[in-house]
């Protein structure tokens, strides 16, 4: 059973009957372990050009997987292209590894452009315009980033014997989604802007007699925050003030 | 033929993999590769499929885990076919090199592929996230006649999230591995130096060829 966490400030305290008063116990016990847990993120969007996306055109979402020791998940890369084209207010997104195999081999790791002025030169090459034209696509989104693992803490002691089982302990751990969002503009050959997305997220598991996991999803929240600032940043014209943050 | 002597072969592999771990791991790599989006070089070229490239199965027992067999075989062909079709402007298999006489006149050359190398990493502790793989092919490229005009290695490193089964990121690493190989195939063999050179001896032949011919 996982549970997520509770907002920060709620706690849910039992009144009353008498056979609650150790649950109220356990729950003051507890309620200071969960305010620990929870979301907090930040997003810094910072865009160039007042370009927007046109009826017609399309975006893709790709991973940048040039770096030996992490990448974007493909996962997160899913949940933004998914999410993105979700709702009345969807935005055509061409699906990345389609894109990847049509203009194949030029958005390899090894050979993918690292700038603008790559991008020039490879929109050079013989067919390679007229191939990105058919895909439609406008705006080349590059995620690069990671969510990881950056403090975990406590422990937890089971023990079974004739009389029963139970666990006693508590542990925590801090997960950081930190992502940047580089759009480029393929018709004017140039970078549209950046949004940079951290999300921290500590969970925790107490354990009285069975351990209850408050799980935060950073992750999840940074696909969120992401989704909806690049939302923005696609449809409002230069200067349009930053999403809405969590936490 | 083929497909009994893969049969024999895989089992034959499978067997002496066990021999050397308690279980195995077997992954065949099967995936469906893109034809580049390049120029085709203005060649006639044959290609020269080896049965071992063909039939090519990777088996090693790595340090405290099981033994694997990867099957890159069909994968070798699904990659190789398709590219080499669009990197020149004619393609026809050949089975031999040299070239039976009655080719030479249709060929300009003929291009050997070959797996000389295969290494792979699947990660135990907690904190690495990725599966590795490291492959090196060996292009030859032969005139028709036989005498070889340059060898030239190509490698690829391809790695993947460790998500979900061992076998399926060690399939994912491979064929971003093998992806990374066709596009410095595709992009890179006419730069190199012989290679570029035998090129311009073509493009004259075949100038020389028109001017005699008008």
Known sequence: ?247 | MRAVFRTVCRSTLTATAALLGACVSSVVVDARFPAPLIEPLPVRMGILYDEELKNFVHVEALPQQSAWTIDLGDANLALLSPLFERMFAETRTVDAVPVAPALRDTLDGVIRPRLEKFEFDVPIGERDEFVEVWMQYQLTLYNPDGSVVTEWPVSGYGKAELTGRREDSVRRAAVIAMREVGAAISTKFAEQPDVSYWLRERQDEAALSADLGS
């Not at chain 1, 993120?41 to 992490?70: C, F, W």
């Not at chain 1, 139970?166 to 503009?185: I, K, N, P, S």
Request: aromatic content about 6%; some cysteine.
């Open chain 1, 1 to 247: 059973m996982k549970l997520r966490c509770p907002p920060t400030s709620a706690a849910n305290a039992p009144r009353h009957d008498g056979r609650a008063r150790s649950a109220a116990v356990l729950g003051l016990l507890i309620a200071p372990l969960l305010a620990s847990c929870g979301v907090t993120s930040r997003m810094e969007p910072y865009k160039q050009t007042d370009a927007v996306i046109d009826d017609g055109e399309r975006v893709v979402i790709l991973a940048r997987r040039h770096h030996a020791n992490h990448e974007a998940e493909q996962e997160f890369i899913n949940c933004i292209s998914d999410s993105l084209s979700k709702g009345k207010d969807g935005i055509a997104v061409h699906p990345s590894s389609e894109f990847e195999d049509k203009m194949y081999p030029w958005f390899e790791p090894s050979m993918a452009p690292l700038s603008t002025d790559d991008l020039s030169k490879l929109l050079e090459k013989p067919g390679v315009l007229e191939q990105v034209r058919e895909t439609g696509v406008r705006f080349l989104i590059w995620l690069d980033g990671s969510t990881d693992r950056v403090a975990s803490g406590g422990g937890i002691t089971c023990a079974a014997g004739v009389g029963g089982a139970g666990c006693m302990g508590l542990a925590w751990w801090e997960d950081d989604a930190r992502y940047d969002a580089t759009v480029w503009d393929i018709k004017e050959l140039s970078s549209a802007g950046t949004i940079h997305a951290d999300v921290k997220g500590r969970s925790v598991m107490p354990a009285i007699v069975i351990p209850l996991p408050f799980i935060a999803r950073p992750q999840a929240a940074a696909c969120r925050g992401l989704t909806e600032q690049i939302r923005q940043f696609l449809t409002t014209p230069e200067g349009y003030g930053a999403g809405p943050e969590e936490g």
